[in-house]
């Protein structure tokens, strides 16, 4: 297997991938192309409104002190999720620190992506503030990383695997911050499907499935952003009261 890498892709067509080389066009032929793009989906033309990039951004903390990670009790460094809808997720690191995330960050008209949004001072510090939220006896832990980037969503929030045999075409995706498991195992669908095996995983729900496209802007950008505010909304009320608003509840499920 070769991997081409800082080769920035310009198009994607049957059988055909287009790119820069030394900074010169180039193309890859292949018997079967698969795009996989997730959050950067919105930069071709045949997947422009396939997917939304929503930004999940992280901060991690310096290496914990022995009697932190005591108190933490977290020897097995699970994987732990908040389950509110803005969805802060975390898992403590080989070398002891924190490694903490969320959504939050506001959706840019058009699908634009830059690596400037990787960093939004608001969500960030609502992220830290989760710190000593959960994890009280690392309140006062130092952050000394903070990062992010865009994850792929579909208008149906739900994954597909989409094989084209007349182009020699594939597209995998649209996990929605899912992807640790999802990238492996929508990858060995693709390869069953694509090559016929007798596998189970050829019968899986997302095998053809196709989401609806997003809306048109400025739709999209409106729509986006209240879910994005209503989330927080619901959230913020759950935690004060113990209860959830029905009213906005009721909303951004048929939003949804």
């Not at 009790?73 to 509110?84: L, Y």
């Not at 879910?227 to 029905?246: F, N």
Request: charged content about 20%; aromatic content about 8%.
């Amino acid at each position: 297997m070769q991997l081409w890498e800082s080769s920035p892709v310009t198009a994607i067509e049957p059988g055909v991938v287009r790119h820069t080389a030394d900074g010169k066009p180039a193309a890859l032929r292949a018997g079967l192309v698969v795009q996989a793009t997730e959050g950067y989906s919105p930069s071709f033309r045949q997947t422009r409104r396939a997917m939304v990039p929503l930004y999940s951004l992280m901060v991690a903390t310096e290496p914990l002190s022995p009697e932190v990670l005591a108190q933490l009790n977290w020897s097995r460094r699970a994987t732990f999720t908040d389950g509110g809808r803005m969805i802060i997720y975390a898992q403590l690191t080989a070398d002891g620190r924190i490694a903490i995330g969320g959504r939050g960050a506001p959706y840019h008209f058009g699908s634009r992506i830059k690596p400037s949004f990787d960093i939004d001072d608001e969500t960030h510090r609502r992220i830290v503030k989760a710190i000593a939220r959960h994890f009280p006896a690392a309140s006062g832990a130092r952050i000394t990383h903070r990062w992010g980037g865009p994850l792929g969503v579909p208008r149906d929030w739900t994954p597909s695997v989409v094989v084209d045999r007349t182009s020699n075409y594939a597209r995998i995706g649209g996990y929605t911050g899912d992807g640790v498991a999802c990238t492996n195992l929508l990858a060995r669908t693709v390869v069953d499907e694509w090559l016929e095996h007798d596998s189970p995983l050829r019968n899986l729900a997302f095998i053809g499935h196709r989401s609806p496209e997003w809306e048109v802007e400025p739709l999209r950008f409106i729509g986006v952003n209240s879910l994005i505010h209503l989330s927080d909304s619901i959230d913020s009320h759950e935690a004060r009261t113990g209860r959830s608003p029905k009213m906005r509840t009721t909303l951004i499920e048929n939003l949804l």
